[in-house]
T-cell receptor
Framework: DADVTQTPRNRITKTGKRIMLECSQT?????MYWYRQDPGLGLRLIYY???????NKGEISDGYSVSRQAQAKFSLSLESAIPNQTALYFC???????????????FGPGTRLTVL | GNSVTQMEGPVTLSEEAFLTINCTYT??????LFWYVQYPGEGLQLLLK?????DKGSNKGFEATYRKETTSFHLEKGSVQVSDSAVYFC???????????FGKGTSLLVTP
């Protein structure tokens, strides 16, 4: 079984709809991240969470919100979806329990979101 | 702030050709450097990494050497295969960062 899972894998929605993307991990990592990937722009960080009670905005958080329901679950919500939020969304985890610089991040398979 | 610059793609090579994908970085202190690969329809996975100057990361025939003097971490492979077709991302992390900083990615297409 995959260590980092994302649901749904694909979603088509309409402008103005609320949508939630979910991420679960079985790696026991403390940190979780949400990125979006757009052609030519690479990966951009939306939100990150150091633990259940520590959630932080990334470089492009406007229009998004997150919830860390448990150490293993980190959800991304689009309160009112707009077409320019059409992208590939990735969840990632890392283990920083020993401190030090960010080490390897482990990625989920991605959610392809289309907003019409 | 920290940043990573990669050569723009797409890069198209014939099978068994030599591959170089350039990556340079800007960072304070001594970052760790990574190459990630994204195969079609999949998430990113770590290809190799180096944590200090002059370290060489290697995996699956790919290599990259951490060059502090030129702030570079170029990815190389001596003989590419069709199965190497993917998008490659260079990334860095530092003590002052809270997440990896990724380059924009370089798409590689290897033709038979």
């Amino acid at each position: 079984d995959a260590d980092v899972t994302q649901t749904p894998r694909n979603r088509i929605t309409k402008t103005g709809k609320r949508i939630m993307l979910e991420c679960s991990q079985t790696k026991g990592h403390d940190r979780m991240y949400w990125y979006r990937q757009d052609p030519g722009l690479g990966l951009r960080l939306i939100y990150y969470s150091f633990d259940v009670k520590d959630i932080n905005k990334g470089e492009i958080s406007d229009g998004y919100s997150v919830s860390r329901q448990a150490q293993a679950k980190f959800s991304l919500s689009l309160e009112s979806a707009i077409p320019n939020q059409t992208a590939l969304y990735f969840c990632a985890t890392s283990d920083q329990s020993a401190g030090g610089p960010i080490g390897e991040q482990f990625f989920g398979p991605g959610t392809r979101l289309t907003v019409l | 702030g920290n940043s990573v610059t990669q050569m723009e793609g797409p890069v198209t090579l014939s099978e068994e050709a030599f591959l170089t994908i350039n990556c340079t970085y800007t960072a304070t202190g001594y970052p760790s450097l990574f190459w990630y690969v994204q195969y079609p329809g999949e998430g990113l996975q770590l290809l190799l990494k180096a944590t200090k100057a002059d370290d060489k990361g290697s995996n699956k025939g790919f290599e990259a050497t951490y060059r502090k003097e030129t702030t570079s971490f170029h990815l190389e492979k001596g003989s590419v295969q069709v199965s190497d077709s993917a998008v490659y991302f260079c990334a860095l992390s530092s003590y002052s960062g809270y997440a990896l900083n990724f380059g924009k990615g370089t798409s590689l297409l290897v033709t038979p």
